[in-house]
């Protein structure tokens, strides 16, 4: 087999078989492929594209291109959670515990974040002393003895996609439906998930900006799941603004607990309900979301979620009486308003400037060696459809180093749009099943 007969076949709008798949991703792997015929492969698969089946293989062949977790000794169905990346976005604080203390094993690798979004590993090291290296023994017996754990990602899992993704990223392909949704799947089905909940992103703020590429990326990522036997629902959800108020590490983890209180931010609150419904589906601890949402509420509402939280930061070396006490996680030094220029009602918050700002400021990392300050951020007073005046904040940053704070009040004032009139957006535009696909 030569790589040149596999680019050629593809440019010309062929079809690939699983050992034409496999051969250019066992190739690429090991080095005997180099990356200009992989990039020329990635430019036809991006005018041609691949169909379900191609897609799914090539989601398969990543996946086996290294280590694959073990997590058959955890009891019951591990549902994983993706989202496709967002601003703001805690939903994993919330949705881990309150979906562990329903029954559902949460055994979840999470990344650090980088340039506009942030990750879970960073905001749960708001925590002293919290640990993401577990040991796999140490990882698989949180899970089995309080139902939660989350470790970092090991190096070898899926290296294939790796390799291809920083290829893609320079290369003008990374916005292919078949590529984008098989690299998202490889990740989580070799990090060991049997089941698998994905939250995508629709908005200025998301990587598909159209609710129509939105809705095709989550049909392509549930076919790739019906094809390698992981049960898989897509909730595509709005990235027109940023989640919630708080953005940055404390800040997020805070509003986190205030959610897990029984109180937070509504859109947050209601985003986490929605996917832990169905990762209990999935889970078979219920028999239908209406189902579900009641367990999952009195969770929060008995504090069984917030307890589930505390012993979970505890058996990762965390001091769990910081989440009875969060004003004990880092704060920052000053807090100073954004002020509004104009009246109105705030018509559009553009996330990844959001985003932005919190990283002049130190939120977040610019590269992967910068340092980060986990206590400083943003917190939003005004959301899409609230009324300002002119002179009232529409958000406050949280400083430790005053250096970039003109710079990011700057960024954030460019980011409100303000009108006459506007309405909050939808929050869930709809769900996406092996069989169906629901509009809201
Ligand atoms: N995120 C990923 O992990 N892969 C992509 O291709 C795009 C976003
Ligand atoms: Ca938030």
Known sequence: MRMYDIIMKKRNGGELTTEEINFFIEGYTNGEIPDYQVSALMMAIYFQKMNTRETAELTQAMVES????????????????????????????????????????????????????????????????????????????????????????????????????????????????????????????????????LDVKTGSGAFMKTEEDSFALARAMVDIGTHTKRNTIAVVTDMDQPLGYAIGNALEVKEAIDVLNGKGPEDLRELCLTLASQMLVLGEKAATDTEARVILEEIIASGAGLQKFADFVEAQGGDPEWVKNPDRLPTAAREIPVLATQSGVVSSIEAESVGIAGLLLGAGRETKASKIDLAVGILLKKKIGDPVEAGEALAVLHVNDEAKVEEATARLRKAYGISESAESPKLIKGIVRSDETIKF
């Open 66 to 197: 290294g280590e694959i977790m073990d997590l058959s000794s955890i009891h019951g169905i591990k549902v994983d959670k993706h989202s496709t990346g967002g601003v703001g976005d805690t939903t994993t604080l919330i949705v881990g515990p309150i979906v562990a203390a329903a029954g559902v094993p949460v055994a979840k690798m999470s990344g650090r974040g980088l340039g506009h979004t942030g990750g879970t590993i960073d905001k749960l090291e708001s925590f002293a002393g919290f640990q993401v290296d577990l040991p796999i023994e140490k990882f698989i017996g949180n899970v089995n003895e309080i139902g939660i754990a989350l470790a970092g990602q090991t190096a070898n899992l899926a290296p294939a996609d790796k390799k291809l993704y920083a290829l893609r990223d320079v290369t003008a392909t990374v916005d292919n439906l078949s590529l984008i949704a098989g690299s998202i799947m490889s990740k989580k089905i070799a990090s060991g998930a049997d089941a698998i909940v």
